[in-house]
């Protein structure tokens, strides 16, 4: 595959040569480029971009040839920005940060403030030569992107001229539902062509998500037990420690559904189940998890009571006695009925999992900060123990372990040592940070680069935005309808009574 002057892979050759030069390459760094953020002062711009942006800049991933600027519409000068944005970095160390660090302060709806935008970012073409190429990155709370779409195209900001690029990465939630997704996107495709376009969803960047597909698609043992033959059913869970802490205004409009199951859960269900690509090419995965993600069955309007369950944490339970319940949060009605935590389960109607239930589930304020894929398989079908020792044995299992504590855990039964024979459970496990002494770049690193480079097999395609609100949907709108009180449950318990009788209904336990 050749790379163009714009430093994406151009698909030239097979799909397959791309793909390779795209995603395998660990000598990867950005073409020169300027990263413009909407939303510079904002909360991820300090916790996650700016930070990325430094890794990238101290691995030697950025060129002199990079710059910085950030937009919002607090009052802020270029120097004001860096000390908010950079904290006490050592920009001035940095060839690719040094000098390059500028603000653009304006209303997203201001034309004037694209006016001032696109001179500066011409200014910085000829003074740090960053060749025409910016990657517009969307920051904002989701209200503001069409403004900022509708501005930059007004500034002719979205072409891109010559042999440069011109990339937009939209955060997260894509949509209100589908509706407005496919309203954002109808937005978006007026002033962008769909290959300049990366919806981020930084679960992808995170390098034991990445894991799933070579520890399915980079062996063969684990192929032929991968199905409806002797996978019994799957559990997904993301679980968090954490409350909504400061985004409670947000949350209020977003809920563990919106939040985290319609993208971070269903893209990691999306990769543990589809089928295995033709190639690691962007669009032969996308493809892939979209073929799934259509095979997911709706359910019908009388059985979301039994498919879906919902809690919202209430003050209590030993470690988090001190912090408030989600109606004390600041930012949060104290009649709210948004939900802190969501379970599901899901039925995926293909060959593969035909009669396989899947299990998600999500929520905040629970006992640990945990994000695993469990596969739990079939008892044999016949034992030749007791009755007794099946009861004291777990299933066997293959747990991946995508955060914390990354790696992989088989679980079996094996013969406790001694005269009688007895089975108990044990396990073998699979360290990341043992095995490797590799460092490992936190998502957003990963995702900024690709979005840098021009690979979009990490960022999620329109389709795909709309088939996860296919799935959520309905349930929302079950809730919005629903005016019980909506169950409750302790901080640092594992989420409402009802999330055990969802699942304790087919005769399974959450692990
Ligand atoms: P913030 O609430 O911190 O908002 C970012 C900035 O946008 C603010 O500093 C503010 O800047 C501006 N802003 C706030 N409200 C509005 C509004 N109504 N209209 C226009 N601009 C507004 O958001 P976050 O930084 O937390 O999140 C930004 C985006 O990233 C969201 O889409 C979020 O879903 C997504 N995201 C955030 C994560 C996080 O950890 N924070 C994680 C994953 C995704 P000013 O007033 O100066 O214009
Ligand atoms: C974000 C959600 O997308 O993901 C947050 O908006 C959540 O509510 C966060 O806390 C979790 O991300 P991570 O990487 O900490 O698991």
């Known amino acids: 595959a050749e790379t163009r002057a714009d430093g994406r892979a151009g698909l030239v050759g097979s799909a397959a040569a791309a793909s390779l030069d795209a995603s395998f390459r660990d000598d990867r760094s950005a073409p020169p480029a300027t990263m413009v953020i909407f939303g510079a002062s904002g909360d991820l711009t300090r916790r996650k971009l700016i930070p990325a942006v430094l890794n990238l800049a101290r ?75 910016r990657l517009f990155y969307l920051a904002t709370p989701p209200q503001a992107f069409p403004k900022i779409i509708n501005g930059l195209a007004g500034a002719g900001l979205n072409r891109p001229t010559g042999d440069s690029f011109a990339r937009v990465v939209i955060e997260k939630p894509y949509g209100h539902h589908e509706t407005s997704a496919r309203a954002l996107d109808a937005c978006v495709h007026r002033a962008f062509d769909e290959s300049q376009v990366f919806r981020i969803d930084h679960y992808l960047g995170k390098n034991t998500v990445q894991n799933v597909m070579a520890l399915r698609f980079a062996n063969a043992i684990f192929q032929p037990i991968w199905n409806r033959s002797w996978v019994d059913h799957v559990q997904i869970t993301v679980a968090e420690t954490l409350g909504v802490g400061s985004r409670g205004s947000f949350y209020e409009h977003a809920g563990a559904m919106r939040d985290i199951v319609q993208n971070h859960v269903l893209q990691v269900l999306a990769l543990a189940l589809m089928e295995p690509p033709a190639s ?224 304790g209904r087919s005769g399974r336990v959450w692990r």
């Open 59 to 133: 691995h030697k991933r950025l060129t002199q040839q990079f710059a910085v600027v950030g937009v919002a519409r607090s009052q802020l000068d270029d120097d004001q920005f860096a000390a908010a944005a950079f904290g006490d970095a050592d920009t001035r160390s940095m060839p690719s940060l040094h000098g390059g660090i500028r603000y653009v302060s304006g209303g997203y709806d201001d034309p004037a403030t694209y006016a001032r935008l696109a001179e500066l970012l011409v200014d910085l073409d000829t003074s740090r030569g960053v060749a025409g190429n």
């Open 280 to 503: 690691f090419s962007a669009e032969a995965i996308r493809n892939e998890k979209v073929k799934l993600l259509q095979a997911i069955r709706l359910p019908g309007d009388r059985d979301i009571d039994d498919l879906a369950v919902r809690g919202q944490y209430t003050r209590g339970g030993t470690r988090f006695e001190l912090m408030p319940g989600y109606r004390e949060e600041p930012g949060v009605d104290p009649l709210s009925r948004t939900e802190t935590y969501a379970a599901m389960r899901l039925d995926v109607d293909n060959w593969r999992w035909a009669g396989v239930p899947f299990y998600v589930r999500t929520g905040k304020r629970l006992p640990s900060r945990v994000t695993e894929v469990v596969l739990q398989f079939q008892r044999p079908p016949h034992l030749p123990i007791s009755a007794a020792q099946v009861r004291e044995m777990d299933p066997d299992a293959l747990i991946l372990r995508i955060q914390p504590d990354e790696g992989i855990t088989l679980r079996f039964g094996a013969k406790v040592p001694g005269h009688s024979f007895r089975v108990r459970s044990a396990s073998m496990e699979f360290s990341y940070g043992d095995t490797f002494r590799e460092e490992s770049p936190e998502a957003y690193e990963r995702l900024l680069l690709d979005a840098l480079i021009g690979d979009p097999t990490l960022f999620i395609r329109s389709d795909e935005v709309q088939q996860c609100w296919r799935i959520v949907d309905p349930i929302i709108d079950r809730w919005s309808q629903d005016d019980r009180p909506i169950p409750t449950y302790e901080a640092a318990s594992w989420g409402p009574m009802d999330a055990d009788r969802l699942i």
